[in-house]
């Protein structure tokens, strides 16, 4: 990558209960933040790397009664105030450190949820996913637990890449090679979680990861709501290749519009963002 080049990014999320729920448990993030100070992002938006990197997290609550909504808005807020400023470094600065910050900032949120869920009757069993990425001038540094996801669009146009893994048996056997993408999907068991945040969980050990940015990248954090409906070919069509029709919408509400229209049973979140 040309490093006298500045990159900026565009991004768009979107969230919908879906057509069974009532209540949405999931929940979406996106900040920008420098040494001094940060800043909420809009649902649509475009910036500068310039003088701030950004942040964009997905979670999906879990728990009984309103509870698993209450995990998810907890998790990102958690976010916004641990997230510690003092860790606006050079690339190569915080490259050596980026697992450190991400594992302190995971286990963090974990005893909070784990607080709460031993403290109130009506919190007993609160958890949630998150997946997490910090983007830098040069590069993209990524937290995840749970089976949230993750997808990596290189910008050479190669197929779509899953940088997250699920952490469940079912994602276990896919990763290996046991069962395939639909097997996997229609798994009666694909909804069990071996990681969360809170849930009762006694430890917590994120997947983290980094990958170098270039003009033209794009990432997708989604919910399983997405994958529910979904199929890592159509995400990528979807988002490559619209339609006229789906050209009229924001790349996230495609996502999720047509996650719905397949399947719905599940809270629906996607986040897309492109460097430009």
């Known amino acids: 990558m040309d490093e006298t080049k500045s990159l900026g990014l565009t991004w768009t999320g979107h969230t919908d209960p879906g057509r069974v729920r009532k209540n949405n448990e999931d929940a979406f993030l996106g900040v920008r933040f420098d040494a001094n100070e940060v800043q909420f992002l809009g649902k649509i938006g475009d910036g500068s790397l310039d003088r701030h990197d950004m942040v964009f997290a997905v979670s999906d609550g879990m728990g009984g009664a309103n509870a698993g909504e209450f995990a998810s808005k907890i998790v990102v807020e958690q976010v916004t105030r641990l997230l510690p400023r003092a860790f606006k470094q050079t690339a190569s600065g915080f490259s050596a450190g980026f697992e450190d910050v991400l594992g302190e900032l995971f286990h963090q949120i974990h005893g909070e949820l784990t607080q709460l869920g031993n403290a109130y009757e009506e919190c007993q069993g609160m958890g949630a996913t998150l997946s997490l990425v910090w983007v830098t001038p040069q590069w993209l540094y990524f937290g995840h637990i749970g089976d949230s996801r993750i997808y990596y669009f290189p910008a050479d146009g190669s197929a779509i890449k899953q940088l997250s893994e ?10 290996t090679g046991k069962i395939n993408e639909r097997e996997a999907r229609n798994h009666p068991r694909r909804s069990s979680l071996s990681k969360a945040l809170g849930a009762g969980h006694q430890f917590v050990d994120p997947q983290v990861g980094a990958i170098g940015l270039e003009k033209g990248d794009a990432f997708l954090l989604c919910t399983d709501g997405v994958v ?3 199929f890592n070919r159509q995400i990528q069509r979807i988002l490559t290749d619209p339609g006229v029709n789906e ?8 996502i999720v519009d047509a996650a719905i229209a397949i ?13 430009q």
């Open 166 to 175: 699920d952490d469940s048996h079912v994602g276990w056997l896919f990763r």
């Open 228 to 230: 529910e409906g979904l």
């Open 247 to 254: 050209a009229k919408l924001a790349p996230a509400k495609r």
């Open 263 to 275: 399947s719905g049973k599940d809270n629906t979140t996607a986040l897309y963002f492109q460097v």
